[in-house]
């Protein structure tokens, strides 16, 4: 899968067990400086809180993971919020439970339970979105063959990042890293070569049009 998927913007829910209240915040589109943000963010929000348990996934592969405990015994927070994450294969996100203790002990079974559940809850109630790996494309084209390639555009798979007018249109376009040939193909054959386009080489991962 050439892309990822993530939590798109900020979401909040509580979800109670045995007297104990569990604020799940959930954030995506995180660096690790940016998860490391979010976190204290969440703490300066609950400071009265008995713990605040967090996993992020802060790389577009996966790789780069950090959860926390904050008091709970060993294994039954941290590691569960993560795996919440894993398992729906979000990276680059951040989940923070907070927790109000409510006198009643849960045990390290119970405890798994509800961080893992209030996670899945926030995870539940947010907007997921994927960004694809692309390539941007720049084309020039007179105007009367633009009108077709808004129409390629259109299609799916892609996303216009700029537009010049001037003597011509000069428009950016993001495509999927794997169809940049085949769409090079499509605009030459569309404008019969009067439009240059060229791949820059450059990459990244942007939220396409679907097909």
């Known amino acids: 899968m050439n892309g990822y998927r993530f939590i798109d913007g900020e979401y909040e829910i509580r979800y109670e067990v045995k007297r104990s209240v569990f604020i799940a915040t959930a954030k995506g589109e995180l660096d690790e400086d940016g998860a490391e943000s979010f976190i204290k963010s969440v703490r300066k929000r609950y400071p009265d809180a008995t713990h605040n348990c967090y996993a992020y996934v802060s790389d ?9 405990d904050d008091g709970e015994p060993g294994g039954t927070a941290g590691q569960p919020i993560l795996e919440v994450l894993k398992k ?3 990276v680059k996100s951040a989940v923070v439970v907070t927790r109000y203790f409510g006198g009643i002990k849960l045990g390290a079974g119970g405890l798994v339970g509800a961080y893992s559940a209030a996670a899945a809850e926030a995870v539940r109630a947010a907007k997921i979105s994927f960004k694809e790996e692309c390539r941007l494309i720049r084309i020039k084209a007179d105007y009367s063959d633009y009108a077709a390639l808004e129409k390629l555009f259109a299609k799916g798979g892609c996303k216009v990042s700029s537009i010049e007018y001037g003597d011509g249109v000069s428009v950016g376009v993001y495509v999927k890293t794997d169809c940049a040939e085949a769409f090079l193909k499509n605009v030459c054959e569309i404008t019969s ?3 240059q386009a060229a791949d820059t080489g450059e990459e990244g991962y942007e939220i396409l049009s679907p097909l």
């Open 88 to 90: 729906q294969g979000l």
């Open 193 to 195: 070569s009067r439009a």
């Open 60 to 68: 577009e592969l996966g790789n780069r993971t950090r959860f926390s």
